[in-house]
């Protein structure tokens, strides 16, 4: 008890007594007062420095990505319509938000931003790459190769590009995508291409192809039979050149929706059931 009495009489002396009383104590409050003041006035002259002119965001660098060609970026007009909208100098710019500004762009997938000193920027992008047309409520839309849905312009898709016409329900782009690369694998042996791919509401589904013909699937039922919907293709193209013979130019439209054969549509609104079994 007694020791303890005097620990604390010492603390409270030590506590009370004048602080410049203490040599010890005077030279470490002096040591870290002396770095405070050296830390402040490098962040000072950190922070001066930052806000001079040379700093100030003049250059904008765009690059594609990959070995992509940037078809639908206007440089010219891009590069200012960002230096009118980004915040701050090389330093306090956010990233993120030139990033977003660029991505909010029609023909932009995904962009890239990093800082070029001293008052740079370098935005890599890849473009979206049209395969189609996507019709919705709101209007013609285009659909990407990767089936993404975006606001590009028609006129302004490259000319050689033949742009296939696709519908379908709002958040099924990747769906129609799906079932267009697979058609597109059933009717290479006729040499030709997908026209129109339409998926309804219920998701039944049909295709236009390049030579005129309009093919009804009905509902996709893989989910169901993995094979169901391969197996009636093969069948139709086995049994084609017999039904071509009997009608050869009178056919507009097959309805594969069958499952023991195929029904054809003819020109003047008659319709032929073809039996396989």
Known sequence: ???FLAR??????LIMSPLWNNAARMQYLTKWLM????????????????????????????????NQTLKHINLPIVKNQILDKVQGNFFSVRLEDVKRAFEEMPWVR???????????????????????????????KLISELGEVFNGSVAEVDDEIVLVNFSGPDGSSKEVLRLYQKAN????????????????????WSVKL?????????????NVQQNLSTERVARLLKY?????????????????RYGNGFAVHLVGNNSKRISTK
């Open 1 to 3: 008890m007694k020791y």
């Open 8 to 13: 604390l009489s010492d603390l409270s002396s």
């Open 35 to 66: 770095r405070g003041l050296a830390l402040g006035i490098v962040i000072g002259l950190l922070v001066w420095l930052s806000q001079r002119p040379v700093f100030r965001l003049r250059q904008i660098q765009i690059e594609p990505v990959g």
């Open 110 to 140: 995904r962009a890239a931003v990093r800082r070029s000193w001293p008052n740079g920027l370098v935005i890599a992008i890849e473009e979206q790459t049209a395969l189609g047309t996507w019709n919705t409520a709101d209007g013609q």
């Open 185 to 204: 694998t059933w009717f290479k042996p006729w040499d030709v291409t997908i026209n129109t791919l339409n998926l309804t509401e219920r998701y039944a």
């Open 210 to 222: 390049s030579n005129g013909l309009r093919v009804e699937f009905g509902r996709d039922e893989e």
């Open 240 to 256: 084609w050149p017999m039904v071509q013979a009997k009608w050869p130019t009178q056919i507009d439209a097959v309805d594969l």
